[in-house]
């Protein structure tokens, strides 16, 4: 049996639940207002260079299957075009179009607007929590990738 949680960890685990989940509506409600699907808006926003679509899905941590989706939406919509790989051209890149780029500018504005609002503290705070949650982010991250190493070893 394990042991009972730490208070202090538990607040700050649901703080930051709470608040990405307030950054998430405000990026939703831009996405909208831009008329586009919450899963479509979060695909164009982190489209900055041709990408493929398989580095798009893990980015997303959905199935490639749901981002074939997701990718005809923006097509329909003007937003992307897909690209052979010049290399291997079963792979297809993803490349935003001139009104992608637009709707993409627009979108990461909103959700800015909305970050400067939500993060509303003095300057040296926003310097201390930004570097602390990227302590924990690389923390995270180095055990995710010590998890990866390990489990894909047979054996191990």
Not at 79 to 100: A, F, I, M, S
Not at 121 to 141: F, Q, S, Y
């Amino acid at each position: 049996m394990s042991e009972d949680p730490d208070p202090v960890v538990a607040d700050l685990a649901d703080s930051v639940f709470q608040v990405a989940g307030l950054l998430r509506a405000k990026f939703d409600a831009t996405a909208a207002e831009l008329g586009l699907p919450p899963a479509q808006a979060m695909a164009l926003a982190n489209l900055s260079a041709p990408a493929p679509m398989r580095e798009l899905a893990d980015w997303l941590r959905c199935d490639a299957s749901n981002v074939t989706g997701i990718v005809d939406g923006l097509e329909r919509r003007g937003l992307v075009r897909r690209q052979p790989n010049p290399e291997d051209r079963r792979v297809k890149h993803l490349v935003l179009t001139e009104e992608g780029e637009r709707k993409r500018a627009l979108l990461r504005q909103g959700s800015h607007a909305d970050a400067v609002a939500l993060f509303a503290l003095p300057r040296k705070d926003l310097l201390k929590l930004r570097e602390l949650l990227g302590r924990i982010a690389e923390a995270g991250l180095g055990a995710h990738a010590a998890r990866t190493v390990r489990d894909s070893v047979p054996g191990a």
